[in-house]
Every structure is written in C-alpha cells, then in structure tokens.
Nanobody
Framework: QVQLVESGGGLVQAGASLRLTCAAS????????MGWFRQAPGKEREFVAT????????IYADSVKGRFTISRDNAKNTVYLQMNSLESDDTAVYYC????????????????WGQGTQVTVSS
C-alpha cells in the first residue's frame, strides 16, 4: 500500500509559479510510474502529467505542455510538478497518483491516490 501526500498548493495570481510536491511512504516508490491529475469544481478529474519510474519519459496534457514540468527524486520518494505561467483555468485540486503502467493517462490505470492540494489562480 503506497500512501501519497501532496503539498505546495496555494493562492497565486495569473502568471505566477508554484511547485507541488508529492511524498510517498514506500521504498518501492521507484518501481511506480507517477502521475498528476486535477479536478476543477463541477468538472471531471483530468490528466495533467505522468513520469516513468526512472524519470526518463514524460507525457503532458496539451493544456499544460510547455508550462508544467513533472520530475521525481527516487532517493527522496518524491515527485514534483513545477507549474509556470499559471492561468485561471489551472484552478483545481491537484492529485498525485501511482501506477504500475508506463505512460498511463487514464484514472483507472492508477492504483494509489493522494488526498489532493488546492491550487487557486486569480486573474
């Protein structure tokens, strides 16, 4: 059982940056692909980014490509989401998740989820 805890959310103005952090409880963290999803009020949870177990491969949603960067530090059991040039449409609760599948962009492919962290971007 992998426990995930997100942090780093907050209220920022449009154009600002934030870095989200997801800390995992298990030393087996390095064997999982990790992903970030987000859910805005009244909307479905959507894929944001995913990274392979060794960090060598990443995939991004079109809406964040060029602005967000996912990375990981397996020695620290941590995955990050650097968010630059934030827009009001980025306002959502952000969740990290762990998957046994490489390159997964669907919610159902992820086995473990964090509790989420709120990101609010004011325009």
């Amino acid at each position: 059982q992998v426990q995930l805890v997100e942090s780093g959310g907050g209220l920022v103005q449009a154009g600002a940056s934030l870095r989200l952090t997801c800390a995992a409880s298990e030393s087996t963290f390095g064997s999982y692909a990790m992903g970030w999803f987000r859910q805005a009020p009244g909307k479905e949870r959507e894929f944001v980014a995913t990274i392979s177990w060794n960090g060598g491969s990443t995939i991004y949603a079109d809406s964040v490509k060029g602005r967000f960067t996912i990375s990981r530090d397996n020695a620290k059991n941590t995955v990050y989401l650097q968010m630059n040039s934030l827009e009001s449409d980025d306002t959502a609760v952000y969740y990290c998740a762990a998957s046994s599948f490489l390159g997964a962009t669907k919610r159902g492919a992820y086995d473990y989820w964090g509790q989420g962290t709120q990101v609010t971007v004011s325009s």
